[in-house]
């Protein structure tokens, strides 16, 4: 049974920090890309940072760079979402996503509230 549980989530002050974990079991994690998207009440969700298989190669979305860093542990087949700086727009359900050429999973979203 393939799960990715995110957790992490809360309600910080702008300037904030806050990091997202997503656990993932039922699948062969070191073959998937794995990804952080967000979607912001009215709003269309959007890529926030992805990372490859291995970790070698990662990209943020404009707004973010600078200020997230994605990163993965293979050998605990986690993600983690380390998110400085925050700031009121980013405010959002945060969802962690599994890629691979033939199958993508997603989790359950955790809410991040960013407060001014």
């Known amino acids: 049974q393939v799960q990715l549980v995110e957790s992490g989530g809360g309600l910080v002050q702008a300037g904030g920090s806050l990091r997202l974990s997503c656990a993932a079991s039922g699948f062969t994690f070191s073959r998937y890309v794995m990804s952080w998207y967000r979607q912001a009440p009215g709003k269309e969700r959007e890529l926030v940072a992805a990372?490859?298989?291995?970790?070698?190669?990662?990209n943020y979305a404009d707004s973010v760079k600078g200020r997230f860093t994605i990163s993965r542990d293979n050998a605990k087949n986690t993600v983690y979402l380390q998110m400085n700086t925050l700031k009121p727009e980013d405010t959002a359900v945060y969802y962690c996503k599994a890629q691979s050429v033939i199958n993508t999973f997603w989790g359950q979203g955790t809410q991040v509230t960013v407060s001014l």
């Open positions: 990372i490859g298989s291995t970790g070698g190669s990662t």
